[in-house]
């Protein structure tokens, strides 16, 4: 019994690190689409509402 419960814990550890993986990945593609100019603008727009703060 305790043997399969170490296999348990074991791929859902597995599973948790893939699915970081992924969430990681798809959030790299999503910034690296972004121009130059779509980052900068929005720089500008975060910096104009912090100081507005």
Request: aromatic share 8%; glycine share 8%; net charge positive.
């Amino acid at each position: 019994m305790a043997k399969n419960w170490w296999k348990w814990v074991g791929l859902a550890g597995v599973a948790g690190v893939a699915a970081t993986g992924a969430v990681i990945a798809r959030n790299e593609r999503e910034r690296r689409s972004y121009t130059p100019d779509e980052i900068r603008t929005r720089l500008h727009q975060r910096h104009a509402e912090a100081q507005s703060r």
